[in-house]
């Protein structure tokens, strides 16, 4: 399959099967933003229960946070965001579009019309979203929309650190929204101006730094592959010198082969003292770690794994996504539409299928039904074949299809269908929780 046609495959599965919608369709869509419809968010809310679950359930050393959106504008300037955060702007002369200089083709033709030789003196544009706080919108009422999650934590540093009593080294993570005034936000939900970030600072002695940053890129990039992301379609690739943030002592991305090629899927990054330092500074407040082991005062050095929650339900939904052959209820073959999801991320766990709408086996699939949805996200399908429902169900990448039939009358059994497989196996009613908790616990 062609690159650009899986994209386009997806993009559509998306939209048919309710995982993605255009905002504000119905005015005509707003450029570069998108609403998660029903199965969307169930795959959202497992991709961020996972990133959860490793970073902060499975550990000791990690706490959580939930920083507000709107903060003292005094913390962007310290942060360096009102003064640096910005993208190299051109225009074209030709067609008018806007475009950052730095994603340019190499040919120096416009992406949008083709024309050589056109575009305008490169301008600093600045991407942090500016609003006002209060009745009245004047210079002492400004406020910016937060552009990363993580200045939440390191202005909060001194009180986690003090509540939670934890000794370093130790984590701070948080999920939640963030803004960027995008030049050119595409690619679907690749890039845009509205997106959902998942960050952790973990603050360490400053020696200590160097090796939790190469320990953070080996679990982060571990952390894909344990969900089903092949190893062939990621690679960590350090940053060059001349890529480093103003902050950075060192970064690496963890990229991922989207089909118009190799990407940014997660950033990791040694940040050195320089948050802390610089919050420090303009606050007036003390942010150092007194080590009684040691008997010293230092400011601790931070490494920053940041992965935008969007962004990597993208990777897994491309990751995801294959075409085979089954056979149909006559036993020809015909073309199928798989999402191959680990389970743990699937946004139904299991679908309840009863065999036909006939009365007799409608209480049963309603006992089934409720037997599963206090443990499982489930779906209901009674409509149209078994064939056709196998199929639907395996588009929106389901597991497990559970057929209740009325053999299931006399033996009190169902049949548990595999999505990948289509294996099936006969299982007992009592037995069906603990069957699929099984299934489920890749």
């Given at each position: 399959?062609?690159?650009q046609d899986?994209m386009?495959?997806v993009?559509?599965?998306?939209k ?6 255009p905002?504000?369709?119905i ?12 199965l969307g ?30 903060m003292?504008p ?12 910005t ?8 067609c008018?579009?806007?475009f950052?200089a730095?994603?340019l ?10 024309a050589?030789d056109?575009f305008?003196e ?6 942090m ?10 210079d ?5 929309l937060?552009p990363?999650t ?6 909060n540093?001194?009180?986690?650190q003090?509540?939670?009593r ?10 939640g929204?963030?803004?960027r ?19 952790m ?11 939790w ?8 990039l ?7 992301v ?5 690679r ?10 103003h ?13 118009w090629?190799?990407?940014?899927l ?20 003390e942010?150092?770690?007194f ?9 601790p050095?931070v490494?920053?794994p940041?992965?935008?929650?969007d962004r990597a ?23 199928r ?17 009863p065999?036909s709408?006939q ?18 996200q ?8 078994i064939?056709?429902?196998?199929r639907r ?9 559970v057929?209740?039939?009325f053999?299931?009358?006399d ?17 007992s ?14």
């Amino acid at each position: 399959m062609a690159k650009q046609d899986l994209m386009d495959r997806v993009v559509n599965l998306c939209k048919r099967r309710g995982f993605i919608f255009p905002s504000s369709e119905i005015y005509g869509g707003f450029r570069s933003t998108w609403d998660y419809g029903p199965l969307g968010v169930l795959l959202k809310r497992n991709v961020k229960d996972q990133w959860w679950r490793s970073m902060v359930q499975l550990r000791d050393d990690i706490v959580g946070l939930d920083a507000a959106i709107l903060m003292a504008p005094k913390v962007w300037e310290a942060s360096g965001h009102l003064a640096t955060f910005t993208d190299p702007l051109v225009d074209c002369r030709n067609c008018k579009e806007r475009f950052r200089a730095d994603h340019l083709p190499e040919s120096g033709a416009c992406p949008n019309c083709g024309a050589k030789d056109s575009f305008t003196e490169a301008r600093q544009f600045h991407l942090m979203f500016k609003t006002f706080v209060g009745p009245v919108e004047d210079d002492a009422s400004v406020a910016y929309l937060r552009p990363e999650t993580a200045q939440g934590i390191f202005v909060n540093y001194a009180n986690v650190q003090t509540t939670s009593r934890r000794k370093l080294p130790f984590g701070v993570a948080q999920i939640g929204k963030s803004f960027r005034n995008e030049i050119t936000p595409g690619n679907f939900i690749f890039r845009t101006r509205e997106f959902e970030q998942m960050e952790m600072e973990f603050f360490v002695p400053p020696e200590d730094s160097p090796r939790w940053y190469e320990y953070w890129c080996q679990e982060r990039l571990r952390w894909f592959t344990d969900l089903g992301v092949p190893e062939s379609k990621l690679r960590l690739r350090p940053h060059d010198t001349e890529e480093l943030s103003h902050y950075s002592q060192g970064t690496s991305d963890v990229e991922f082969e989207y089909p118009w090629g190799w990407g940014e899927l997660e950033g990791i990054a040694n940040r050195g003292d320089f948050d802390l330092a610089q919050h420090a500074k303009f606050s007036g407040e003390e942010l150092v770690y007194f080590d009684q082991e040691s008997d010293r005062r230092y400011v601790p050095h931070v490494i920053e794994p940041a992965l935008g929650a969007d962004r990597a339900l993208l990777a897994f939904l491309l990751a995801a996504y294959d075409e085979d052959e089954a056979p149909d209820e006559k036993g020809k073959l015909e073309k199928r539409t798989v999402l191959r999801f680990d389970p743990r991320l699937a946004p139904i766990k299991a679908a309840v299928l009863p065999l036909s709408k006939q009365e007799k086996l409608v209480p049963v699939a309603r006992e089934v039904a409720g037997l599963l949805r206090p443990h499982f996200q489930i779906d209901v399908d009674a409509a149209g074949s078994i064939g056709r429902r196998y199929r639907r169900q395996d588009e929106i990448g389901t597991p497990a299809c559970v057929t209740v039939d009325f053999e299931t009358l006399d033996d009190r059994a169902v049949t548990v269908r595999d999505r990948d497989s289509m294996k099936q196996d006969r299982v007992s009613i009592d037995a069906l929780v603990a069957y699929l908790q099984e299934r489920m616990a890749a």
